[in-house]
């Protein structure tokens, strides 16, 4: 695939690191930029391409850790974006959330990348359980990321924590998890990137990814020795990051990323990839393995898992971003509404929302269902045979006067066609209010 048409952009101080990492661990020369509203940020950034967000919008001052001021920025310079991903086929997007850039501008700079026609992934970092709004910012710029993105990949640093004892730096545990998501980077760059005993075109990826706004679960292992084919297997199935192995048993598509050196053996990927679909017996696998010199006598393999994502908040109404809740919460609610005495027709109820439907702040409403004439009918008649819920005319009617005309009182009255307009419309056309 041809390196110009891959485009990996950071969003954020966080994840220029990420990406950082990678650009240092590939030893290929990748078309990169960082995207960030802090000045600051963007004048140490080691990545040379930066584009500044929202100085008109924050005046230089950053996001401030608030995603609305992020999502602004991001909105007021789409520009730059767009000229980014202008003709590129698959857009890498990297972020840390929980921030006020990471959480706010990532999903505005995810739709922009897809608008312009590419695939998009995102590789985004979360928070630790700790930090409790900024854990609120992150799940909410997480379902956002679904909706404007092709695919999600999302790594919680507390899980990361879990995977340490009480005593390791917060730097060293934000450092591994940079380092996962650099490896995983790595592992997809490398299918499309190296030849391999297994070609991976992008053709599968983009078939794979494309249009699913799908739930991502992923893990990377290395293993040495003569069964290290099965070691790197076991490693997979009991990754705390793959739901040590519920993750590949959920699955609806597997991509499985094998590299290795000059030593590498067809019959290790067999015996790899047959051991994971045992797991997984009903998912679709894509799989390729790549030949990296520098690898040898070792197996490198990374493993992506995806499933449809559950039904998410609509990601461009309003800002959505709450400021008061002291816990974080879900982005959305699920609700069954209880059906009423409704119609049917062809075994569906029509007067039944449908099951899991989201109540988040949403102005996007579903149109209503196709119906025949004969359905159309049977409606009507039922509504017209419905007994009226008027008031009785007994009901006492409402006063109400003329308000006088205050200062205006000795100017001309407004005529339109000898029709005094001063006069209340319910007055001049009769209408009674009760």
């Known amino acids: 695939m041809n390196d110009a048409s891959i485009r990996f952009l950071a969003v954020g101080h966080a994840g220029a690191q990420i990406l950082n990492g990678l650009r240092t661990r590939s030893g290929s020369t990748l078309e990169c930029a960082h995207a960030d509203t802090s000045p600051e940020s963007l004048r140490t950034s080691p990545i040379d391409r930066r584009i500044t967000l929202g100085l008109s919008v924050s005046h230089g001052l950053g996001a401030g850790g608030d995603p609305d001021i992020g999502r602004l920025s991001a909105e007021a310079d789409l520009s730059a974006i767009r000229e980014f991903t202008q003709g590129a086929r698959l857009v890498f997007v990297v972020a840390g959330l929980g921030g006020g850039t990471g959480s706010g501008a990532a999903p505005v700079i995810a739709r922009a990348a897809r608008e312009s026609g590419a695939l998009v992934l995102v590789i985004a970092t979360t928070p630790f359980d700790f930090e409790r709004r900024r854990v609120a910012y992150?799940?909410?710029s997480l379902e956002r990321l679904k909706v404007a993105a092709d695919a999600v990949l999302a790594i919680s640093n507390q899980r990361v924590r879990r995977m340490h004892d009480d005593r390791t730096h917060p730097h060293?545990?934000?450092?591994?998890?940079?380092?996962?998501?650099?490896?995983?980077?790595?592992?997809?760059?490398?299918?499309?990137?190296?030849?391999?005993l297994i070609p991976l075109e992008f053709a599968h990826i983009e078939r794979l990814l494309r249009g699913r706004h799908s739930e991502s679960a992923?893990?990377?292992?290395?293993a040495t020795g003569e069964n290290r084919a099965h070691a790197a297997a076991e490693q997979l199935l009991t990754h705390p990051f793959l739901d040590t192995g519920a993750a590949l048993a959920s699955a609806h598509q597997v991509l499985v990323s094998v590299a290795g050196g000059d030593d590498l053996q067809i019959g290790e990927v067999e015996r790899l990839v047959e051991t994971l679909q045992a797991r997984c017996p009903t998912a679709e696998f894509i799989v390729g393995a790549s030949i990296d010199r520098t690898l040898t006598g070792n197996l490198h393999v990374t493993a992506i898992t995806t499933r449809?994502?559950?039904?998410?908040?609509?990601?461009?109404?309003?800002?959505?971003?709450?400021?008061?809740?002291?816990?974080?919460?879900?982005?959305?609610?699920?609700?069954?509404v209880p059906s009423a005495a409704g119609d049917r027709f062809n075994g569906e109820d029509f007067s039944r929302e449908s099951e899991g439907r989201a109540v988040a702040d949403s102005r996007f409403i579903p149109p209503p269902p196709e119906l025949n004439i004969e359905q159309r009918q049977r409606i009507l008649s039922r509504q017209r045979n419905k007994p009226s819920r008027r008031r009785p005319d007994s009901q006492m009617l409402m006063n109400f006067d003329i308000a006088q005309r205050g200062r205006f009182d000795n100017t001309e009255r407004n005529r339109h066609k000898g029709v005094d307009l001063d006069v209340p419309t319910y007055l001049r056309l009769g209408i009674v209010l009760n």
């Open 308 to 336: 449809p994502s559950a039904p998410a908040v609509t990601a461009w109404v309003g800002s959505g971003f709450a400021r008061n809740d002291p816990e974080p919460t879900p982005a959305m609610e699920s609700s069954d």
């Open 138 to 140: 992150a799940q909410e």
């Open 172 to 196: 060293e545990l934000y450092q591994f998890a940079n380092e996962l998501l650099g490896q995983t980077l790595q592992g997809l760059w490398r299918l499309l990137d190296s030849p391999g």
């Open 218 to 222: 992923f893990a990377a292992v290395q």
